[in-house]
């Protein structure tokens, strides 16, 4: 009576919270189709197939819900219609529904956990349970009255908890821990007829718990091959059989473990009752349908069993790989009347042949693949065919909605992605042909496939046939490992390709040969190290194509396509672009100015505007700085509505958009999870209304719609001029940093007309440029010598284009630009100077050391030249030793026998600790806190 009452309770409760059954469903999609982000996901290609699928039709509708990523898709398949469910950080790594499938509930592994309980009618969350367990959770489940929720956490030795969601959303009303000898438990469920029953199991044992006065108590009961003297095999999942003790686990060797209650004790006191075999094939699936048990295996077949394990039904025609779900529609099935049973039903495969009555439901296996199946039509159909192994490659037509799709499956996919069908697809051999990267030809009539064996690809974009003949004279295997980047040239005449051997290599057209349209040229290993980009270009005042290049090595090379022959790549430069940081990404700036500039992005979180001819670094700006460097950046075409011009970028884990030109605005740009395991691509529709990106292993693209106007708003929200780049300054405005910098600049002017000068000051709102090294370093920002050349040539040349002259002062406002810009993003980081010690000295009993003459040789010789006379003054100056004496500011500095007398006063041997300390002037505590 007292469980009677206390389930009439939860039912009410939850009744009462889904008093949103009577909104208009119309005008929830319509509200929440107001979108105030700039990025927003409007599809979902791909589907985690680590997580099943669920079932959610119920007579209304027809929706089947799924994982991507780290997002929820709520999928109505008669209506082609996603609902993305979006809260998580992290990939989501299990989920549940009520049986009525009015409640969803997702949880995630990793830090910032969460859980989350949707409406699966209007996709609002109505409760979160944050960090639930400290890596998240392994599985999940919810009791069918929807009243409490059970996880599992990701860790061993485990925690199991179980949460009344509709009271408390903060606090589980009980826990237990097991053992962690009895391994990772990735499956949980609720007895139907009890909810204060549960079953999970790991693959080799499984745990029976009771609810008992706010207490979770479990018993695991032992089983092994000797008991029943037969193998038992893995465990998969396990099940309550209904209005009945007894409980159920499937087991990779196709045998139903039966578990009956010990007779004693608490009623998860239960014991191996016996074994019974069913097939040979691995059983991964086990629940319950009606008045039937039903078991799905790796061969892909459905088996339906009646209470006393007897097979009553079977198909085996799906086809659709390993099953790791089967789930019903919600809605019963009433008996239809005698006469128009027999054809409404199938009959059962027994001797009687009594009607086969159950829902329609829905399969989905381990090959990414989800069905929908009628049992009183017979009717089989694909909801999802996706990719199953990693995606990488993703291109967007140029002038049609058009994206394609390849992944290590070897599977190629056209999409229309406006009215989301799929147009073409085809199949390589997927132990050979990985797909790694996809291009489209500028006019959209072929598509170009680069692949992990090193072979590329020529195909016709609509057929998707080998260009030219049925040999397949299209196929080069001229690369010997894995083709990472793949372009068409502007006039569609030459394709190259880059490989993981550092290569680069060329095919070009033949227009007037129908056997052989395309040809190999020839490759050349320009860098040597890998590659991060290539790009083609247009030559200026020309329409011939431009090749270029830039690598790990920091060094950016173009190619000489008109001169190159077979066998014989030639280049027309090689030029190092970077001193210490490493490049990213390589694309073209759009002609918002008049100078012609390649945008590079590199491991600092710069991103630099080199001159296309004369490779000169213009200008380095700070880039977006959310965690990881860029790793892609695509500019996106120009808006017949707007002037601004816009780029879109990826990092590890994040997509974002950047407004044009760039300046080091923070406020301009944005960015959101995307992948939250890893972004590996990027692609952009051709009218820029759409992003594409793919996730790599988590077997997904997603599609997200560009809303430009929320985009500026933000901008505008951060202020003009130069407000955005104050707060870039430790304490703003009014802060310390910002009026020392004023006192710099005054100080600056008292240097350059000399300290001992008689005459009468000139005060000015500018410096001279040759002042700018000085204040920098200051402020605590000490430049190299190329970057103290690359800030002066920003500035000398920032209005050469336009008026013909020398830029010579600078004032403070543009000097603030140039600091904010040129600075550390994140100031000193003491692991790179260990680093430095792990790379150049030898272990110690104190860690890595270096000898003080090796450290002052390698001063003087390595990297920027440095004299003798220089580094005598300058580290006696940081270790302020006085009886040196004087420095080259009063020119009083005396270099003779200079470096003698600072070794006599060095340690002999230095650590990154000692260095710190000693030389830079940082103790052991700032060192670390900074």
């Not at 549940?96 to 009015?102: K, T």
């Not at 030219?468 to 390709?497: E, L, M, P, Q, R």
């Not at 030029?575 to 590199?602: G, T």
């Not at 955005?724 to 350059?752: N, V």
Request: aromatic share 10%; glycine share 6%.
């Amino acid at each position: 009576m007292e469980d009677n009452e206390e389930r009439s309770g939860a039912q009410s409760r939850v009744a009462s919270a889904t008093a949103r059954d009577d909104l208009n469903v119309e005008q929830v999609e319509k509200d929440s189709s107001v979108k105030t982000t700039a990025l927003n996901i409007c599809w979902a290609y791909g589907i985690n197939r680590q997580v099943p699928a669920h079932n959610l039709s119920d007579g209304k509708r027809k929706m089947v819900f799924f994982v991507n990523a780290h997002a929820g898709v709520l999928f109505n398949f008669e209506e082609n219609k996603q609902q993305l469910l979006q809260g998580h950080s992290n990939a989501i790594s299990c989920t549940c529904v009520s049986e009525d499938r009015r409640w969803i509930a997702t949880a995630d592994k990793g830090s910032n956990n969460m859980v989350i309980v949707w409406d699966s009618f209007t996709g609002i969350p109505v409760q979160t349970m944050f960090d639930p367990h400290p890596d998240g959770c392994a599985a999940i489940a919810m009791s069918p009255d929807a009243k409490y929720i059970a996880t599992i956490s990701n860790t061993l030795p485990q925690t199991v908890l179980v949460w009344d969601w509709t009271v408390d959303g903060d606090t589980p009303m009980c826990s237990t821990t097991l053992d962690g000898d009895y391994g990772m438990q990735t499956f949980i469920t609720f007895n139907a007829d009890d909810t204060s029953q549960l079953v999970s199991n790991s693959t080799s044992q499984v745990v029976f718990y009771s609810l008992v006065e706010g207490s979770l108590e479990f018993v695991a009961p032992p089983l092994t091959d000797k008991d029943f003297n037969r193998s038992v095999g893995q465990y998969s999942q396990s099940v309550f059989q209904d209005n009945c003790t007894r409980a159920l686990t499937a087991t990779s060797c196709g045998n139903i473990v039966v578990w009956e209650h010990a007779g004693k004790g608490l009623p998860c006191n239960r014991k191996a009752f016996k074994i019974v075999k069913l097939q040979d094939k691995a059983l991964t699936v086990l629940t319950t349908a009606e008045k039937y048990i039903v078991t799905g295996d790796m061969a892909g077949h459905v088996r339906f069993l009646d209470q006393q394990l007897r097979l009553s039904n079977w198909y085996k025609h799906f086809e659709a790989g390993p099953i790791n779900s089967v789930s019903f529609s919600y809605t019963p099935k009433v008996p239809p009347s005698e006469s128009s049973r027999k054809p409404q039903f199938p009959a059962s495969s027994t001797l009687d042949a009594t009607p086969f009555i159950v829902n329609d439901f829905t399969v989905s296996t381990f090959t990414a693949n989800v069905g929908y199946f009628s049992p009183t039509s017979n009717n089989f159909q694909f909801l999802r065919q996706e990719h199953d192994s990693t995606v990488n490659a993703i291109a967007c037509h140029p002038t049609d909605h058009q994206l394609c799709i390849g992944s290590y499956s070897g599977l190629l996919q056209v999409w229309d992605y406006q009215n989301k069908t799929l147009v073409n697809s085809r199949q390589f051999d997927r132990r050979q042909l990985m797909i790694q990267c996809i291009a489209f030809s500028p006019p959209g009539d072929l598509i170009a496939l680069g692949f992990t064996d090193g072979s590329v690809r020529v195909l016709d974009a609509i057929t998707l046939r080998d260009e030219g003949c049925d040999d397949g004279v299209a196929v080069f295997n001229h690369c010997h490992d894995c083709v990472t980047h793949i372009k068409f040239s502007h006039d569609s005449k030459y394709i190259a390709s880059a490989d993981l051997d550092r290569c680069v290599t060329i095919f070009k057209f033949q227009p007037d040969d129908d056997v052989k349209p395309w040809v190999y040229v020839g490759k050349q290993r320009a860098h040597y190290k890998s590659i991060a980009d290539i790009s083609f270009g247009v030559a200026l005042d020309s329409t011939v194509p431009r090749l270029l290049s830039v690598g790990h090595d920091r060094v950016l090379v173009e190619y000489d396509l008109e001169s190159s022959t077979t066998d014989d790549v030639r280049l027309l430069g090689s030029d190092r672009i970077e001193q210490s940081a490493v490049p990213q990404c390589l694309a073209w700036y759009p002609p918002i100015v008049k100078e012609n500039f390649l945008v590079i992005a590199n491991d600092q979180f710069k991103m630099k505007l080199i001159n296309s001819t004369t490779k000169m670094c213009r200008r380095t700006l700070l880039g977006p700085t959310y965690g990881t460097p860029l790793k892609k950046v695509v500019v996106l075409p120009a808006y017949d509505d707007r002037e601004t011009r816009y780029m879109t970028y990826i990092t590890m884990d994040k997509v974002g958009l950047q407004i044009l030109p760039l300046d080091g605005n923070p406020h301009k740009t944005m960015s959101l999870i995307a992948h939250p395991d890893n972004v590996t691509n990027l692609a952009c529709s051709f009218d820029g209304k759409y992003i594409f990106t793919a996730g790599g292993q988590d077997c997904s693209v997603l599609m997200w719609q560009v809303n430009l106007d929320a985009l500026e708003a933000a901008a505008r929200l951060g202020g003009e001029d130069l407000v955005p780049f104050y707060g870039l300054l430790e304490g703003g405005r009014d802060g310390e940093l910002f009026a020392e910098l004023e006192d710099y600049f005054y100080y600056a002017q008292i240097r350059d007309q000399g300290v001992d000068t008689t005459d009468t000051r000139k005060t000015s709102v500018k410096v001279p440029l040759n002042q700018v090294p000085y204040i920098m370093r200051a402020l605590g920002f000490y430049p190299s010598e190329q970057e103290i050349e690359d800030m002066i040539n920003e500035v000398k040349f920032s209005n050469y284009v336009e008026t013909g002259k020398y830029v010579t002062h600078i004032d403070l406002g543009d000097f603030i630009k140039l600091y904010v810009n040129h600075r550390p993003a994140f100031g000193l980081s003491p692991m790179e100077l260990h680093d430095a010690f792990n790379h150049l000295g030898e272990p110690s009993d104190e860690g890595f050391q270096i000898n003080r003459d090796q450290l002052l040789a390698l001063l003087q010789n390595k990297g920027e030249h440095m004299t003798e006379a220089e580094l005598a003054e300058y580290m006696s100056t940081l270790m302020g030793i006085a009886d040196l004496g004087g420095s080259a500011e009063t020119g009083t500095f005396d270099a003779s026998n200079a470096t003698a007398q600072l070794s006599a006063q060095l340690p002999e041997f230095f650590t990154a600790d000692s260095f710190a300390a000693q030389v830079i002037g940082f103790g052991g505590e700032e060192l670390e806190a900074s």
